[in-house]
């Protein structure tokens, strides 16, 4: 069985600050780890994964995550938030059981201060 | 432009009027997948399908039904709908490649059953 836990499911901060929200996944094998973004009035599209090899994952608009194996984690970082960065994130994993469906979280909404 | 489409955005009924949520997608993915956003609960899923003809159940699928007579539509059937049915529809996709085949997202269908 496979299962994602978001930590907090508001996280705000102010423009320019560090953006960091937290995933810990479960899984019975090695995962494959998803961040989804989601703006206001949209769906959900994919802003990173992780496979397998470099542990650091850069995607799309600044942001980036690490899997960490012994922490059962894989956090989304960006270094200095923008406006534009206020959406609602979702981390997924999928692999458990040879299973393609993915498993999501239950989201972190971030907020943007000027 | 690869891209899976969901019509209505917006859908206002009465208790028990059946409706059709439609879903199509052009990249010839042969998974699509039902889901249902609701606040604090984030992303569940309704129906999935793995191909034309073959469909699942998901987590929460009562109150629902799903047909995929060809590849690239899968349309999501409420044949009675209740106010609990009342929530933000989305219909994905992902070709079968492997476990880290990401998932492309509709914009979604607002439903609102009085």
Known sequence: AQSVTQLGSHVS???????LLRC??????PPYLFWYVQYPNQGLQLLLKYTTGATL???INGFEAEFKKSETSFHLTKPSAHMSDAAEYFCAVSGSGGSYIPTFGRGTSLIVHP | EAQVTQNPRYLITVTGKKLTVTCSQNMNHEYMSWYRQDPGLGLRQIYYSMN???TDKGDVPEGYKVSRKEKRNFPLILESPSPNQTSLYFCASSSLTGNNSPLHFGNGTRLTVT
């Not at chain 1, 901060?13 to 953006?19: D, I, K, T």
């Not at chain 1, 810990?24 to 094998?29: E, G, H, K, P, Q």
């Open chain 1, 13 to 19: 901060v102010s423009e320019g600050a560090l953006v």
């Open chain 1, 24 to 29: 810990n996944y479960s899984s019975s094998v």
């Open chain 2, 52 to 54: 034309v003809e073959v």
């Open chain 1, 57 to 59: 994952v850069k995607g």
